[in-house]
């Protein structure tokens, strides 16, 4: 099946430094990502929806100054957590899907921690 | 607005015995629906979708509009069905959110 790589899969930063997490699709073209952060014992919330060279919708709630999201290619999505706090320290996970196909395809996430 | 409920947070049941996860939806549009599975330490990944009314790995849900329901069922539990389980839906917008997951354990 497809394949989404995402990118660190762990990472540690100092509060108010900014963290960049990549998601690729390895093997199909993304024209659509998905980024999304759980909490412990929680579902996955979505974030935001993006299309390939358009910007990036976010749900209700996410600030989008914060959660920088970038889809620049058809294959690459970038999540940039600026200025994070220790609240932001979380599960995030990137989907991706096709054109063609019905349901995403999952990285195996990154844990972030703000410290 | 949409949601997507999954009201056990925990099921077990035997080795053998039936099963069924349960999930409901609220959406105004046409929904898609999804089930995905994460098994122990690995990726999140799809397990069947209503659209293509597939059956993979014993598992099936139909989707019933007047229920607003698409539960997951298998006759026979085996012990490599334990997992976490997340009911999931697709809007019109193409945005896909989740239930907050049931997690099976099937007993020897």
């Known amino acids: 099946g497809a394949v989404v790589s995402q990118h660190p899969s762990r990472v540690i930063c100092k509060s108010g430094t900014s963290v960049k997490i990549e998601c690729r699709s390895l093997d199909f073209q993304a024209t659509t990502m998905f980024w999304y952060r759980q909490f412990p014992k929680q579902s996955l919330m979505l974030m935001a929806t993006?299309?390939?060279?358009?910007?990036?919708?976010?749900e209700q709630g996410v600030e989008k100054d914060k959660f920088l999201i970038n889809h620049a290619s058809l294959t690459l999505s970038t999540l940039t957590v600026t200025s994070a706090h220790p609240e932001d320290s979380s599960f995030y996970i990137c989907?991706?899907?096709?054109?063609?196909?019905?349901?995403?395809?999952f990285g195996q996430g990154t844990r972030l921690t703000v410290v | 607005a949409q949601r997507v409920t999954q009201p056990e947070k925990l099921l077990s049941v035997f080795k053998g015995a039936p099963v069924e996860l349960k999930c409901n939806y609220s959406y105004s549009g046409s929904p898609e629906l999804f089930w995905y599975v994460q098994y122990s330490r690995q990726r999140l990944q799809l397990l069947l979708r209503h659209i293509s009314r597939e059956s993979i790995k014993g598992f099936t849900a139909d989707l019933n509009k007047g229920e607003t329901s698409f539960h997951l069922k298998k006759p026979f539990a085996q012990e490599e069905d334990s997992a976490m389980y997340y009911c999931?839906?697709?809007?019109?917008?193409?945005?896909?959110?989740f239930g907050t997951g049931t997690r099976l354990t099937v007993i020897p």
């Open positions: 989907s991706a899907r096709d054109g063609a196909s019905l349901g995403a395809f």
């Open positions: 999931a839906l697709q809007t019109g917008a193409n945005n896909l959110f």
């Open positions: 993006s299309n390939e060279g358009s910007k990036a919708t976010y």
